[in-house]
């Protein structure tokens, strides 16, 4: 009996709080224009107190330049115009009320856009309900999703570090009107989600009165600073590793036989692999005259692998003399040779006699073939009978023009790998000293 007895007390007095709060929302919407500036004395302006909590950054763009947020957008104010006491209306405290313009029975709220939005101003912010209490003081703290511009210096990129910003003001209130102030907190990350490609290393807000050309008077913004580091693992793992492990093989290239045909191959392969690394970077950087850091270290990769291909070509032409004594490099050899080696017109005895002279001991004996057989012929016998010299003079000159052919070419070779290898290296160490060491590096914020 007593059990029915309390549960008829609980209805009788939610009925009675029921009424009571109809009646007070009925009393506090009477003669209420929430299309009105909510003040009693027009000469002193509405104090709002604004204040931001991140719940998550989702994509930051740098291709399109936006950063979309998760936010909990709060607000602070006092409406004197929906003030009541309690004791009249069964000692209620606070209520809920609309906020949402198109609704009946809202209130005034206050027109507080994202001045550096990227999309539709504030259409993906809920019109929630705000909390009404019985001195005027109203708190509303608005959920949703807004996509703001960002600056991004990619100077360094992957290795950068970002400062974006949210902008906050009143559209049509002045200051005079408005008087905006930061909330406490101003901004709260207590309940922020981690992103996964970006770590928030810092963050500040301020306050800003300016005056714009169009108006003759102040607006109030609230601008909030979030200092973004990326996390370089992926383009570590996925880019730069890969892409100086396939230009180490441009080394590798050099120990390859010139004479096996596929020097030139190996070299090619490995400049198109490298470009192809560059044009995936390509897709994820905006098409603007910045020179990030990794798009430095991709385009001189690719011209060191263009210097192989160049250098392995030369080098193969040169090595082709045997085959071809038309090489063009054959032919300047042999053209700078005869320029250096040229000498007058003399009588046959004398020319004879000259070469005689010239020529080494290897060449004094030389191998005759007959059919299968082989005589030894002396070149003094020869010179001495009076027979022609000229078929040795020829075949000495060959045989010198090679010998000069393929020291040049073991020496050309030799010096430009050298001078690669050194190039490599520097062009490495200066690349990876220019990544940007902050001061603190550690200092990441945690969530």
């Not at 991004?152 to 970002?162: A, H, K, N």
């Amino acid at each position: 009996m007593i059990k029915y007895l309390f549960l008829l007390l609980s209805l009788t007095n939610l009925t009675y709080s029921s009424q009571s709060e109809l009646q007070l929302r009925a009393d506090l919407m009477t003669n209420y224009n929430k299309e009105v500036l909510p003040r009693k004395n027009t000469s002193k302006p509405i104090f709002l107190k604004l204040g931001i909590a991140i719940r998550a950054f989702g994509s930051i763009n740098q291709v399109e330049g936006t950063v979309d947020s998760n936010i909990w957008l709060r607000y602070w104010w006092k409406d004197r115009l929906l003030s009541w006491n309690p004791q009249d209306y069964g000692n209620t405290t606070s209520i809920k009320m609309f906020t949402d313009p198109e609704t009946d029975n809202s209130i005034w709220v206050p027109d507080i856009y994202l001045y550096n939005t990227a999309e539709a101003p504030m259409t993906d912010i809920d019109y929630s309900k705000a909390s009404l209490y019985y001195h005027g003081s109203i708190i509303w703290s608005r959920p949703g999703m807004i996509k703001s511009t960002c600056v991004f210096d990619l100077t360094y990129f992957p290795y950068d570090q970002q400062v974006c910003q949210l902008k906050f003001g009143s559209w049509v209130y002045n200051q005079n009107e408005l008087n905006l102030k930061k909330g406490t907190p101003s901004i709260d990350i207590s309940n922020m989600q981690k992103n996964q490609g970006w770590d928030l290393v810092n963050y500040t807000s301020e306050l800003n009165i300016v005056k714009y050309e169009c108006c003759p008077e102040e607006y109030a913004d609230i601008t909030y600073n979030f200092t973004l580091r990326r996390k370089p693992g992926y383009y570590n793992l996925n880019i730069i590793l890969p892409t100086f492990a396939t230009a180490v093989l441009m080394l590798i290239s050099f120990i390859v036989p010139w004479d096996s045909g596929e020097r030139i191959s190996f070299a090619t392969t490995v400049m198109l692999s490298i470009i192809v690394f560059l044009l995936i970077l390509s897709d994820s950087l905006p098409k603007t005259d910045t020179k990030p850091l990794l798009s430095q270290m991709l385009i001189g990769l690719t011209f060191f692998s263009l210097f192989v291909v160049f250098f392995t070509v030369l080098i193969s032409s040169m090595y082709s003399y045997k085959e071809n004594k038309n090489n063009v490099f054959y032919r300047f050899i042999k053209y700078c040779n005869c320029f250096l080696c040229k000498q007058p017109q003399n009588n046959n005895e004398e020319k004879n006699k000259s070469l005689k002279d010239n020529v080494s001991m290897s060449m004094l004996e030389r191998n005759i073939s007959y059919g299968e057989n082989k005589k030894i012929v002396d070149l003094d016998n020869v010179l001495n009978q009076g027979e022609d010299f000229s078929q040795y003079k020829n075949e000495k000159s060959t045989d010198l023009l090679d010998d000069v052919c393929e020291k040049t070419a073991n020496k050309l070779e030799f010096i430009l790998t050298i001078i690669f290898i050194m190039a490599f290296t520097i062009f490495s160490i200066i690349v990876f000293s220019s990544i940007p060491s902050y001061e603190n590096i550690n200092d990441v914020i945690n969530i």
